[in-house]
């Protein structure tokens, strides 16, 4: 029977956890000293529990598993559900009917209490406790489902409303940040997604990059060899096992590289008679540590080999490695022909000079004078020409079209006709010499036919110098002449039409100009190779200002000593720059 009430009375105040009421019904129990236990458990925890002193010691367990005890508990519930366990436990010995019916009065009289005090705990729990638990335990279970729209149906003013509309409020922001969860979610899968395939079009682009690499290293004509930080061979392309095919069985990953060339000086590959074995691999593997431009050797078989290498970011060395056997042998077929040419040249100098006037002839028919004749190459295509004249001598500087072999060339052809020219002509016209010249250039170079090849000719300047009457005769052909008196310089221009090329008149006429001079007076001609000389920080030609500057600042100084300070201006004027023509000047005094 008490476990019956147990079971009926309980349960409501497990439920609302009433433990005064649980612990009230032990304390009724107790009264009846045959029992010696009782004890209230939730979910294995204990609520309340009451033992005679005998058996403090024991736990409800060992109480259970006793023979001296009768022991007796029953599961209580409340609608429907599990809400604890209820002990109790007799003595044995002490079970007898006055006691069992003292305890049946005792228990009638709990009974009564607690029934009234239950139904109106009932009551007021049900409809202030239960009804909002009950709802509230609905809406989290809702929520906990992942509805979190269910809305919250407590709208009572107490503790209970106050807890609704927090928890309601946590609900709210449970919600938004579920839903900028999932936002972030959302875009976080698509920047996923998104880096998923770069890196697999990155993935390929290097794949691919790695077979055109690899493509490339085995198709090319150069070897390539790939060492890393620690200097051990990791690749090798077969046209480099193809070129030391003698080491090919040395050559493989993880080889350190003084090995790879040590190979080469033990099987005899290097070294010649100009360089030693040992001496070599030094030079080479200094070289490779420490690539600097090109490494150029030949092997012992002939071949000529050219090591390109350079430093990696990850530490390694990259060498290419080059057979420019071909090369080297071509070079020096290139060199042989040059060598005869340059022999030839030279001889074609030496007659060249030889058949230039002789400056002892000059020497004796002016009272000074100076030449610079500089051919920009081995010959070149300025000349002059002296000649006596029965009341003086002639003198002429002329610039042939080109410089070098072609400029050569010209000079003879003007050569062939002057001396002729200079015989046919009165002795106060030098324009008949450069009309005579310009006819006989076209004429023998075909200028004048309509399948005529070429378009040359020459500029020059000639000089009759009367030395009786003291008087000078000049006729130019795109050509100036410069007079120094000892008061001021002037520049005579000739006639702006050259000698020969196609564009010019056969009948094309030149002027005469005559020219008083003095004791103090000096003359000077110059072909375009110092006129158009290019020099300076501007990088400027020398210019007819700069010459006609000079001649009035040296002009009454000896010829010798002109002729040095001249060449002195052009070399700072000219500093690094190359030559850029024959270079011819003429300073004399009549």
């Given at each position: 029977n008490t476990i019956n009430f147990a079971k009926s009375s309980l349960g409501h105040?497990?439920?609302?956890?009433?433990?005064?009421?649980?612990?009230?019904?032990?304390?009724?129990?107790?009264?009846?000293?045959?029992?010696?236990?009782?004890?209230?458990?939730?979910d294995k925890q204990v609520v309340t529990e009451r033992k005679?002193?005998?058996?403090?010691?024991?736990?409800?367990?060992?109480?259970?598993?006793?023979?001296?005890?009768?022991?007796?508990?029953?599961?209580?519930?409340?609608?429907?559900?599990?809400?604890?366990?209820?002990?109790?436990?007799?003595?044995?010995?002490?079970?007898?009917?006055?006691?069992?019916?003292?305890?049946?009065?005792?228990?009638?009289?709990?009974?009564?209490?607690?029934?009234?005090?239950?139904?109106?705990?009932?009551?007021?729990?049900?409809?202030?406790?239960?009804?909002?638990?009950?709802?509230?335990?609905?809406?989290?279970?809702?929520?906990?489902?992942?509805?979190?729209?269910?809305?919250?149906?407590?709208?009572?003013?107490?503790?209970?409303?106050?807890?609704?509309?927090?928890?309601?409020?946590?609900?709210?922001?449970?919600?938004?940040?579920?839903?900028?969860?999932?936002?972030?979610?959302?875009?976080l899968e698509e920047r996923v997604e998104e880096r998923t395939s770069e890196a697999a079009s990155s993935m390929r682009a290097a794949e691919e990059a790695r077979g055109r690499l690899v493509d490339a290293l085995e198709s090319t004509h150069e070897g390539f060899l790939l060492c890393d930080a620690d200097d051990n061979v990791v690749l090798a392309n077969p046209r480099f096992l193809e070129m030391y095919h003698g080491i090919a069985d040395v050559v493989s990953p993880g080889t350190p590289y003084e090995n790879v060339i040590g190979a080469l000086v033990e099987r005899g590959m290097v070294g010649t008679k100009r360089q030693d074995a040992e001496s070599w691999y030094e030079q080479r593997l200094n070289f490779h540590r420490n690539p600097k431009g090109t490494h150029l050797y030949q092997l012992q078989d002939g071949r000529w080999v050219q090591v390109t290498e350079r430093k990696t970011d990850a530490g390694g060395t990259v060498s290419v490695y080059s057979d420019i056997t071909e090369l080297k042998e071509s070079e020096q077929r290139a060199s042989n022909a040059n060598h005869l040419i340059t022999q030839s040249l030279r001889y074609a100098s030496r007659i060249q000079a030889a058949i230039l006037p002789a400056g002892d002839d000059m020497a004796a028919a002016t009272s000074d004078h100076f030449l610079l004749w500089e051919p920009r190459d081995i010959v070149g295509g300025d000349f002059f020409w002296f000649q006596k004249l029965?009341?003086?001598y002639a003198l002429i500087l002329g610039d042939c079209t080109g410089h070098g072999v072609p400029g050569a060339f010209m000079t003879l052809v003007a050569w062939g006709l002057l001396d002729r020219m200079l015989q046919a002509a009165p002795d106060d016209k030098p324009s008949q010499v450069l009309s005579g010249l310009h006819e006989g250039v076209q004429a023998l170079l075909g200028q004048n036919r309509v399948d005529g090849k070429t378009d040359d000719g020459l500029?020059?300047?000639?000089?009759?110098?009367?030395?009786?009457?003291?008087?000078?005769?000049?006729?130019?052909?795109?050509?100036?002449?410069?007079?120094?008196?000892?008061?001021?310089?002037?520049?005579?221009?000739?006639?702006?039409?050259?000698?020969?090329?196609?564009?010019?008149?056969?009948?094309?006429?030149?002027?005469?100009?005559?020219?008083?001079?003095?004791?103090?007076?000096t003359f000077y001609m110059t072909t375009d190779g110092l006129i158009d000389q290019i020099g300076g920080p501007r990088r400027r030609s020398f210019g007819r200002k700069r010459f006609q500057a000079f001649i009035e600042e040296n002009s009454g100084r000896p010829m010798d000593s002109q002729s040095d300070n001249l060449l002195e201006v052009l070399a700072m004027h000219q500093g690094n720059e190359v030559r850029r023509d024959d270079l011819t000047v003429l300073g004399f005094v009549p």
């Open positions: 105040a497990l439920w609302n956890l009433d433990n005064k009421v649980v612990e009230d019904f032990n304390n009724a129990i107790f009264l009846d000293e045959s029992f010696v236990y009782a004890g209230v458990f939730w005679r002193p005998s058996i403090k010691a024991l736990g409800v367990k060992e109480i259970e598993e006793s023979t001296e005890f009768i022991t007796k508990s029953a599961t209580m519930r409340f609608e429907e559900k599990d809400v604890g366990r209820f002990v109790v436990a007799v003595s044995r010995d002490s079970i007898n009917l006055k006691i069992i019916l003292n305890t049946l009065g005792t228990l009638a009289l709990a009974i009564f209490v607690i029934a009234g005090v239950s139904a109106t705990s009932l009551f007021v729990t049900r409809k202030y406790i239960s009804l909002p638990l009950l709802q509230l335990h609905q809406s989290a279970s809702k929520i906990a489902q992942g509805d979190l729209d269910a809305p919250i149906q407590v709208k009572t003013q107490d503790e209970f409303g106050i807890l609704a509309r927090n928890f309601d409020d946590m609900r709210g922001s449970i919600k938004t940040l579920v839903g900028e969860l999932r936002e972030s979610n959302r875009t029965p009341n003086g500029e020059a300047g000639i000089c009759f110098v009367n030395t009786d009457t003291k008087e000078l005769f000049f006729s130019g052909a795109r050509f100036s002449l410069w007079h120094a008196n000892g008061e001021e310089t002037t520049e005579i221009k000739g006639d702006r039409a050259s000698l020969g090329y196609r564009r010019y008149p056969p009948n094309t006429k030149f002027n005469d100009i005559s020219v008083r001079f003095g004791n103090r007076s």
